[in-house]
């Protein structure tokens, strides 16, 4: 199924609310999201960012409104054609049994094999690709369960990757990664949004790394309330300060900017006593 049209955002929310008991994590989002962006999802722990990417995924359940892709509602969708157009990166990924780094990249070609379900030699070709993407390709024969947590969490990139939907969905895609892989995947990120359609969200914690590579946010106030658009209009040091319950201040040197926090205030030191020469 693909009603979609050239003024059809991939991604829309639609008066979406999301409740967690009697907390509203999300109060009547209407939302889209289009081609070419980059959209970061940021707010406090408990804001609510795991619940929201689910339910964009079609995962979770709404308490009103509903999501949309290429103009159709989530329930409206085959899971197989739904997961040709969107593919999902969940915060945790646990391995039951032995297999190779290549053969668990492969499992996100199902969407797209046909007949007896055998790869194709376009699946391995895929598969390669995106290993190659994020410089796993020397893990192509390793055991995933011998990988540690940060090479487990690009692996597992590497699959939503290879699964080539225009619409990635990724929970803390970043976590247990180092700064020089956080800034290479989000960096190969880039490269793939620019390829014909495509459209990213992910949820992230690093306030300055979505200032540099998101181009839009959805800041979440752990209230039901929201601010979304243009990444620098929306991850502010007020905005930021008001959702993260921390004063914060942007500081700038060059053409470079950071959202620190604030230096707390109180009484000066005392003076240390002199010591008598």
Not at 75 to 100: C, E, G, I, T, Y
Not at 170 to 197: G, K, M, N, T
Request: aromatic share 4%.
């Amino acid at each position: 199924m693909n009603h979609a049209t050239h003024d059809t955002p991939i991604l829309a929310a639609r008066a979406l609310t999301l409740r967690a008991g009697a907390r509203t994590l999300v109060e009547s989002l209407t939302l889209s999201f289009g081609a070419g962006e980059i959209w970061c999802v940021a707010g406090a722990n408990g804001a609510g960012k795991t619940t929201l990417i689910g339910a964009l995924a079609g995962l979770r359940t709404s308490a009103a409104g509903h999501v949309e892709i290429d103009g159709c509602a989530l329930a409206d969708w085959a899971p197989v054609k739904l997961a040709q157009r969107r593919a999902l990166m969940p915060q945790d990924v646990h391995d039951a049994f032995n297999a190779s780094v290549l053969d668990i990249v492969l499992l996100n070609r199902y969407p797209h094999l046909a007949g007896w379900g055998w790869e194709r030699d376009e699946d391995r070709t895929a598969a390669h690709a995106a290993l190659a993407a994020l410089g796993l390709e020397a893990l192509a024969a390793r055991d995933v369960l011998s990988l540690s947590g940060g090479e487990r969490q690009r692996v597992a990139l590497a699959a939503v990757l290879c699964q080539d939907a225009p619409l990635l969905l990724l929970d803390e895609p970043l976590s247990h990664l180092d700064l020089h892989h956080q800034i290479a995947c989000l960096e190969a990120l880039v490269r793939w949004v620019r390829v014909e359609a495509r459209t990213i969200v992910f949820s992230c914690h690093d306030l300055n790394l979505a200032r540099r590579y998101a181009t839009h946010a959805l800041l979440l106030d752990s209230r039901g309330g929201f601010y979304a658009g243009p990444v620098g209009e929306v991850l502010t040091p007020d905005r930021a300060s008001d959702a993260f319950g921390h004063p914060l201040v942007l500081i700038r040197e060059g053409a470079h900017e950071a959202l620190v926090p604030a230096l707390a205030r109180g009484p000066a030191p005392e003076a240390s006593p002199r010591r008598p020469a």
